[in-house]
């Protein structure tokens, strides 16, 4: 089952729908990764509402979607991790270390924002004293 | 007592369908949204093994009851390689898939009983349990 991956100015918000396989997993990796550089996206959104269950090959790949969206140049937000999920995988002992977390979509749109801002500012900091 | 639900592994495909069906199960025993989720997931880990190591194998499920308690009974079974040492197999970061080397440690924090019996080139079956209270 395919992701549906929405562009939304800068930003890309990929908003999982259903249970997905590990191929799905990694099909999405691989397609966020190519449209981060096909669109110049500054920010990516994985929004895992829908998913009831993170196992440790979930959270493996939305790190390496945040790691490598990273490298390309993009920040990662993971949003809607339900309670339950949340719950399961502290007892898996499942972490998002170095990753981005946000309550919802909302959430994760006003972070990118915020992130987007503070970068413009360090850029004019670095004009201004230049 | 339901009768048992099995679910042959020979695909990622199946390993979202015996969570799913892990998750019906324990709703059906009673077991708060949490706690299903929890067994699901320890499903996906012990399900996700099976394919890694031994390429194919089944799970089962059923649910038990034992005095005032309501369980579930998860089985996973495989006739892979095995794994030579279960004790090492169990702790946490040890892995020679490459992976989180979380599987087996994982499922095991997550379930109440958890007990492998693996036998080098005979292969390997995970028995893992999870209890409630029943309510009067």
């Not at chain 1, 996206?41 to 490598?68: E, P, Q, Y």
């Not at chain 1, 992130?115 to 004009?127: I, P």
């Not at chain 2, 970061?93 to 492998?116: E, H, N, Q, W």
């Amino acid at each position: 089952m395919e992701v549906p991956i929405l562009k939304q100015g800068l930003y890309l918000i990929a908003s999982i729908q259903s249970a997905l396989t590990d191929a799905d997993l990694s099909a999405l990796r691989e397609a966020l990764i190519e449209r981060v550089g096909k669109y110049r996206a500054r920010g990516v959104i994985v929004d895992v509402t829908a998913l009831d269950v993170m196992d440790s090959f979930a959270v493996r790949t939305l790190r390496d979607i945040a790691h490598m969206a990273r490298l390309r140049g993009a920040e990662t937000v993971i949003v809607g991790i339900q309670p339950e999920v949340a719950f399961a995988m502290v007892q898996l002992g499942l972490t998002l270390k170095g990753v981005s977390t946000a309550l919802d979509l909302e959430e994760g749109l006003a972070y990118l924002d915020r992130q987007g801002q503070e970068r413009l500012e360090r850029v004019r900091g670095r004009v201004t004293r230049g | 007592m339901a009768e048992e639900l099995l679910v042959p592994i020979t695909s990622d495909v199946d390993v979202v369908s015996a969570r799913q069906k892990g998750r019906e199960l324990a709703a059906e025993a009673g077991f708060s949204s949490g706690d299903q989720t929890v067994i699901a997931a320890a499903i996906s880990e012990i399900a996700r093994n099976i394919l890694m190591y031994a390429k194919r194998g089944e799970i089962a499920l059923r649910t038990v009851m034992n005095g005032d308690l309501d369980g579930v009974i998860i089985v996973a079974r495989d006739q892979g390689p095995g794994i030579p040492d279960v004790a090492r197999a169990l702790q946490d970061g040890y892995s020679t898939s490459g992976g989180l080397g979380l599987g087996l440690p994982g499922a095991r924090r997550l379930m109440d009983d958890f007990d492998v019996v693996s036998i080098p080139g005979k292969g390997t079956t995970v028995t893992m349990k999870k209890w409630r209270r029943r309510h009067a």
